[in-house]
């Protein structure tokens, strides 16, 4: 697999400059086509039981409203996107050629609904990290719906050109489909360490499954474990990636259902919430 089709839902300002020009900069190191797709909500959707409330003039002022709020917030996103695609010389899609390239797509409705179709369509979905330490409404479509591999960035970082790459691995399956996932990305890595606590060793696939895999694929690994502690795993998980100095940890985003819904666990919610590195993910 080689990733050559990305995704990037886009629907607020925050960060934004910056959301933009890492995704752009993941789209070069892959020589891979962006597309960033910029989702806004009409009154329609905002309020779409009150209109029946009010009158039709004092609704139709409402939408007014609502609909030269989007198209400023529209231009004015899309002119920074057309900006840093020129600053880092990335055009148009050119079929056949193996440059980078983007897109822009304005598109009204709700972003979980356009990454879950999206998603079916791509190699990769970035997600910018939360706000609120919370999993978004984009990062649980791409879960539940995308069926591809999440890039989770940093909503301040605009550079990717990892060198050290950490596998999370204790495993189970959601690790190792972010495993497979991510070997277009390993392959380019100067290093690779895979890291697993010292509770899940006997588990199998082990540690030197893994690397024995990925030594098939011309990909050499070293292998660390850590003491297990009565603190959350993903804490520790953090401090390793530090000390290794990592770039990107490769992990799978771990959930159980309940009710209709996924819940994901302490694990995967920690990576989310305190990672300062991207993270590769898969369920």
């Not at 993941?26 to 960033?36: G, K, P, T």
């Not at 950490?166 to 991510?182: E, F, L, T, Y």
């Not at 520790?236 to 000390?243: D, I, N, R, Y």
């Amino acid at each position: 697999m080689s990733v050559k089709s990305i995704i990037m839902p886009f629907a607020s300002k925050e960060d934004g400059e910056q959301r933009l020009e890492g995704a752009l900069n993941v789209a070069r190191f892959f020589d891979a086509h962006l597309d960033v797709l910029h989702a806004q909500v009409g009154t329609e959707k905002l309020m779409p039981s009150e209109k029946l409330l009010v009158t039709r003039k004092f609704y139709d002022q409402i939408d007014k409203l609502v609909r030269d709020y989007v198209h400023d917030d529209m231009v004015q996103a899309k002119q920074s996107f057309e900006r840093l695609c020129a600053l880092l010389n990335i055009g148009d899609e050119v079929v056949g050629s193996n440059k980078s390239s983007a897109k822009w797509h304005d598109i009204f409705g709700y972003r979980g609904e356009i990454v879950a179709v999206w998603g079916k369509v791509s190699d990769l979905i970035i997600i910018p990290q939360s706000l609120n330490g919370q999993t978004s409404v984009s990062f649980e479509a791409a879960v539940n719906h995308g069926g591809k591999p999440i890039l989770v960035m940093p909503r301040k970082q605009t550079f990717f050109n990892p060198e050290t790459i950490m596998i999370a691995w204790n495993g189970d399956k959601p690790g190792a489909n972010a495993v497979n996932s991510a070997l277009p990305l390993l392959k380019k890595a100067k290093q690779v360490v895979v890291v697993t606590s010292e509770k899940y060793l006997p588990k199998q696939p082990t540690q030197v499954d893994l690397a024995r895999y990925l030594s098939r694929h011309n990909i050499d690994v070293e292998c660390i474990t850590f003491t297990h502690k009565s603190r959350n795993t993903g804490s520790q998980l953090l401090e390793v990636a530090s000390e290794i100095n990592a770039d990107v940890i490769v992990s799978g985003a771990f959930a159980h259902q309940k009710i209709h819904q996924k819940v994901f666990g302490g694990v995967t919610q920690k990576l989310l919430m305190r990672s300062n590195i991207p993270l590769w993910m898969m369920s």
